[in-house]
């Protein structure tokens, strides 16, 4: 397989490597694993492309199974349905990086597992992650790895006192970690946090948090979004803002680092990228995420192809689609009880997209709300 050049931005077109591989036929079937939202837009985007969608999710409530006929819902180590789900697709696909390194064994030695299953096992865990990341020579915050409390106390001292304690395994929006400004308290988190071993990450004091959504085709090429701009709040995405207030230089700086990264795992499909953007204009890679990514939703109010198409596309081996971004936007998430704001404060100019969850919970993203305006020129 040929690499493209750095920076080279693929257009939408076949490459010469991407029409050789087997593309998908109008028809087929994409085996998504994980039936929450992402799954469901994964599903909308493939069916609108002329696509099947097979949803596989332990969970008979998925919002996913609202937008497809065509479900298992069994237990992720489940080998009997997993063999039988594997049958009835022509590709696999995931929308979370949780997949059980077992399943994700048993569908790939079946059908084409994209991305492949180094992107999940590097990115399930976060000191594999960032010893990847580092050994790429891309920037990642200063930690070290605690596997007994007996640890902390060099590492804190290393850091410079205090840090973000995390949970290697399993932690999402803001779940996993807590913040520690003493041996006292790193001992208490270090007994409240499951599952071990932990990392003890520095505090990085970042001016802001942007991201990069970035696809890569089956032949190689690849097309970057503009980076987000992301508001957290307690540890969930809030808001997504775009074009993200920071200089081309500092943009073109984390899109190289995306772009390496989706090379450097000969990765298939959209990878989300998160960074920590300092003062003087540098970038951190906090994580990355094998998946869409929810930093990515307003690509599919704004941008001639999506997150969702677009990784539609390279899971079929379809050349990629153009991610020009045609207007500002800003995507808030509604979270709870705020999925009230479709459809009481839609006004022109607002897209919403509610997720079909049936119930409303502290924290649990039940929908976004894109507001679209005219795109500002650059200076
Ligand atoms: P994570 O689950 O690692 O993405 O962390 C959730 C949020 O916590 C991030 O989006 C940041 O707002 C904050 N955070 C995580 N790690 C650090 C760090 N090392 N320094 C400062 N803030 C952090």
């Known amino acids: 397989m040929t690499e493209p050049a750095p920076g080279k931005v693929a257009a939408g077109f076949p490459s010469g490597a991407a029409s050789e591989l087997a593309a998908l036929k109008l028809g087929a079937t994409i085996g998504i694993l994980g039936g929450g939202q992402l799954g469901r837009m994964l599903s909308l985007a493939a069916s609108r492309l002329g696509f099947k969608t097979h949803i596989y999710c332990p969970d008979k409530d998925s919002p996913a199974f609202e937008v497809t006929l065509h479900r298992t819902i069994a237990a992720y180590d489940d080998r009997a349905a997993l063999e ?4 009835l697709v022509d590709v696999v696909t995931y929308e979370f990086e949780n997949v059980p390194a077992g399943t994700a064994e048993i569908l790939a030695s079946l059908k084409p597992l994209r991305p492949g299953a180094n992107a999940l096992a590097i990115s399930q865990d976060r000191l594999a992650e960032k010893t990847f990341i580092g050994n790429l020579g891309i920037p990642v915050a200063p930690h070290r790895p605690i596997h007994a409390p007996g640890d902390l106390a060099a590492a804190l001292a290393d850091l ?3 840090g973000i304690l995390k949970t290697t395994r399993l932690g999402y929006d803001g779940k996993g970690q807590r913040r520690v400004t003493s041996l006292t308290e790193a001992e208490q988190a270090f007994a409240d946090l499951r599952p071990h071993p932990l990392v003890l990450e520095a505090l990085v004091p970042f001016e802001r948090e942007i991201s990069i959504v970035i696809a890569r085709g089956l032949g190689g090429d690849f097309a970057p979004f ?4 992301n508001v957290h709040r307690d540890g969930i995405l809030a808001t997504s803002t775009v074009p993200a207030a920071i200089s081309d230089a500092t943009a073109e700086l984390a899109r190289g680092y995306a772009i390496n990264l989706t090379i450097a795992l000969d990765y298939v499909g959209v990878l989300g990228v998160e960074f920590f953007a300092l003062a003087d204009g540098s970038v951190i890679v906090n994580e990355i995420a094998p998946r869409v990514h929810n930093s990515g939703h307003w690509t599919e109010a704004v941008c001639i192809t999506d997150q969702f198409e677009q990784h539609i596309r390279a899971v079929a081996g379809w050349p990629l689609g153009d991610p020009t971004r045609l207007a500002d936007v800003v995507m808030e998430n509604l979270i709870g ?3 009230g704001a479709i459809p009481s404060e839609l006004e022109p100019g607002i897209r919403p997209h509610a997720y079909g969850k049936a119930e409303s919970r502290p924290g649990r993203k039940m ?3 894109t507001y679209v305006a005219p795109k500002t020129p650059r200076k």
């Open 84 to 87: 039988k789900f594997a049958a």
């Open 160 to 162: 410079g006192g205090a």
């Open 367 to 369: 929908g976004h709300i």
């Open 226 to 229: 503009d980076a987000a701009e």
């Open 337 to 339: 009880d705020r999925i």
